[in-house]
């Protein structure tokens, strides 16, 4: 069994820095690919940054390029998402995915609130 939990969220002003934390524990895997995603109210979910499995490779939504950065610490089995510069239409509930073995891992999410 496979347990990812995400910390990290809370309220900010437009402007401010959050870092996401997506604990990941249970079953280990030798690689895995990493992928945050958000939600926001009424709207569908969204790819928001996410990593290769070898962690050679990061990618971005283009809405966030430049300000967000995806970053792990294996000793911890901790994924990372800094966040930079936020605004008003970066709130949501932000999930970590991990997909290993065919399968994909979901966290339950931290809500992120950026006021303006």
């Known amino acids: 069994q496979v347990q990812l939990v995400e910390s990290g969220g809370g309220l900010v002003q437009a402007g401010g820095s959050l870092r996401l934390s997506c604990v990941v524990s249970?079953?280990?895997?030798?690689?895995?690919?990493m992928d945050w995603f958000r939600q926001a109210p009424g709207k569908e979910r969204e790819f928001v940054a996410g990593r290769t499995r070898s962690g050679g490779s990061t990618y971005y939504a283009d809405s966030v390029k430049g300000r967000f950065t995806i970053s792990r610490d294996n000793a911890k089995n901790t994924e990372y998402l800094q966040m930079n510069s936020l605004k008003p239409e970066d709130t949501a509930v932000y999930s970590c995915?991990?997909?290993?073995?065919?399968?994909?891992?979901w966290g339950q999410g931290t809500q992120v609130t950026v006021s303006s």
């Open positions: 995915k991990i997909s290993a073995l065919g399968n994909d891992y």
């Open positions: 249970g079953r280990t895997f030798r690689s895995y690919a």
